[in-house]
């Protein structure tokens, strides 16, 4: 989670108020496209009268993807996936009917392994949400009519992955743009921040420059490989796209290196057009190929290198310099240390005893109407204390939210909807307030999840809207009971503190910043700031919720406050690495943050 570049002395709810109206590039495109892909599955919900409706459009609001390319992947990924899931189900269903012990070590079997595969595997997207469905599809079997136990759980859960799937693939080429044009669009918002603060910037654009600095180029970089996915656009083209990318991250780098030393001279403004100019030629899907070598007095080295920068913006690196780097290894299904570190069992073992506790309850307890507290338990589970302990608050409130909105509808509008087509516009609104939030900033964009959530599961159920506000307080209760079972069995046993995490990222941080200034090439330069700006978001994120844990676990982190300033001053290291007359200054602060490491 970026934090702000600047100390504004803003109160609390102002800064809460700008989080939640940001408008972050694409931000309004992409809630819009969500918003419309959960109504259209609430819709055919409706249709098909599939119980439980709120679970499919909750797994739309997970898996929904920006650009087209993803959504198709997504989507076919999904219905391969339910095929194994429904020879899961056929055989579990069978081995657990009228059995409550086989059911038991079921879910405990279950859990256990999509936890663990949440945690040791790149399934991680959407391991929980798998294991979600095929516990909540067990669960659901035993209580409906014994005679149609195993058709009906395998149909909804067949169903339940089914149709989000069906909507991305059919509904995902048709309302998103294109990989290569939501790059393009990133690359123009950054030239335009460059701009920016070249001129007047106000504290929102320098808080947009930190946290978009700190996204570094991955997210573009994910887009250029949907790209190539495509076959759209040529070879060549996407050398070029590529290249941008890293210089749109080097470019922003620089300006604000220059909003920092106050180079402000009248130069500035050509640079400001300059920008302006290649944003607009990015916004149409194009790309700049002759750009001015902008001139800047002798005392503004950081204009000097954006100018040489702005250059060869689109400049792929030469062949030759692209074979002496070492090539990427691949990595396979599971993460390297997936069967020797064992955080990973110990992660799975509490993902499970949380969810057998949840279990439990509600069946104890003879309240089927909590189950909503299982479904929490894959939704909040998070491996460290610090990201529970940050997180928690936004579970909180977004259920709050949610919840509540649930509870005024069905009060104030349900009576008065007289049609499918008032009802879904309810949901359209609801869920577009709740893509929202999610898609904004990551200090929030958690609980945008958890008001969906609670609306969904308060104001959907069986297969049509309900006015029972037994229903709207038990699935509220079962999310919050959810949420607190997690948090207390995530920090009570083995609990995995972030500062085990510094030590690593801050190795990798000076080595980036030391690789940094030994290179002289500028295309090659980029790359490596983009590099350096994701190893400083890992550093900020780590320090940021170990300082979250509680006082216990924070009184054995010895170095918390050296790694702390470690991180300040290599943020302003890694832009001035890029200067060339200040690469041996830079040089000696690395050898001092090194000593006091030691």
């Known amino acids: 989670m970026a934090q702000p570049a600047t100390n504004t002395g ?42 439980d409706v709120a679970v499919p459009a909750l797994c739309t609001m997970a898996v929904w993807q920006k650009d087209r390319t993803t959504n198709m992947l997504a989507g076919i990924a999904l219905n391969v996936l339910i095929i194994m899931i429904l020879l899961l189900l056929f055989v579990l269903i069978h081995l657990t009917l009228d059995h409550p012990l086989s059911l038991v070590v079921a879910v405990i079997l279950l859990s256990f392994s999509f936890f663990f595969l949440g945690s040791a595997s790149k399934l991680k997207p959407v391991a929980y949400l798998l294991g979600l469905i095929v516990i909540f599809a067990l669960i659901t079997a035993d209580q409906v009519p014994i005679g149609e136990i195993a058709t009906r759980a395998l149909l909804y859960a067949d169903l339940f992955i089914l149709v989000p799937g069906a909507v991305m693939l059919i509904c995902g080429p048709l309302i998103c743009p294109s990989p290569a044009t939501l790059l393009t669009r990133e690359i123009a918002a950054r030239l335009r921040l460059c701009a920016a603060l070249l001129e007047q910037p106000t504290t929102n654009q320098l808080d947009y420059t930190h946290a978009t600095l700190r996204e570094g180029a991955s997210g573009m970089l994910k887009l250029l490989k949907m790209a190539k996915l495509e076959k759209v656009l040529h070879k060549d083209q996407l050398a070029h796209l590529e290249q941008a990318a890293y210089s749109s991250v080097a470019a922003l780098a620089l300006a604000h290196t220059a909003f920092r030393h106050g180079e402000t001279q009248p130069s500035t403004m050509e640079f400001s057009k300059t920008l302006r100019a290649m944003a607009e030629i990015f916004s149409h899907n194009g790309y700049p190929e002759d750009v001015l070598n902008l001139t800047a007095p002798a005392n503004a080295p950081a204009l000097t290198q954006l100018g040489i920068v702005l250059h060869t913006f689109t400049d792929p690196v030469e062949n030759t310099l692209q074979n002496t780097q070492p090539p990427a290894q691949k990595s396979g299904f599971f993460v390297p240390d997936a069967f020797s570190n064992p955080e990973h069992v110990r992660f799975a073992v509490k993902g499970t005893a949380a969810v057998l506790i949840s279990y439990f309850i509600f069946t104890i307890l003879d309240w089927p109407g909590i189950h909503t507290c299982i479904i929490t338990c894959f939704i909040v589970a ?110 009570s046993f083995w609990p995995t503190s972030a500062y085990g995490l510094i030590a690593e990222r801050c190795r990798a941080l000076l080595t980036a910043l030391k690789q940094q200034t030994a290179i002289t090439r500028v295309a090659q330069q980029t790359r490596q700031e983009a590099a350096i700006q994701q190893n400083l978001s890992g550093m900020e994120r780590a320090l940021e919720l170990a300082e979250a844990e509680p006082p216990h676990m924070r009184a054995h982190m010895p170095l918390l406050p050296t790694y702390a300033t470690i991180t300040q001053q290599a943020a302003s290291l890694a832009e001035d690495s890029l200067l060339p007359s200040r690469q041996h200054t830079v040089q000696q602060h690395i050898q001092d943050m090194e000593q006091s490491l030691t």
């Not at 102002?14 to 599955?41: E, F, Q, Y």
């Open 382 to 491: 998070l491996p460290t204390v610090g990201e529970m302990t940050t997180k928690l608050r936004l579970r909180i409130s977004g259920a709050l939210v949610g919840g509540s909105i649930g509870i005024a509808s069905i009060i104030f509008i349900m009576p008065h909807l007289n049609n499918i087509a008032a009802f879904l516009l309810l949901v359209f609104v609801v869920s577009l307030f709740a893509s929202w939030v999610k898609n904004g900033d990551e200090r929030i964009a958690y609980a945008g999840f958890q008001i969906g959530l609670a609306f969904f599961l308060s104001d959907l159920k069986g297969f049509g809207p309900t006015t029972d506000m037994t229903t709207a307080r038990d699935r509220i209760i079962g999310i919050l009971l959810g949420n607190f079972i997690t948090y207390a069995v995530f920090t």
């Open 10 to 51: 803003e109160g609390a709810l102002a800064r809460l108020w700008w989080l939640l109206r940001a408008p972050l590039p694409g931000r309004g495109g992409h809630s819009l496209r969500m918003a419309a892909a959960c109504t259209i599955v609430v819709l055919i919900g409706e249709i098909w009268q599939i119980p």
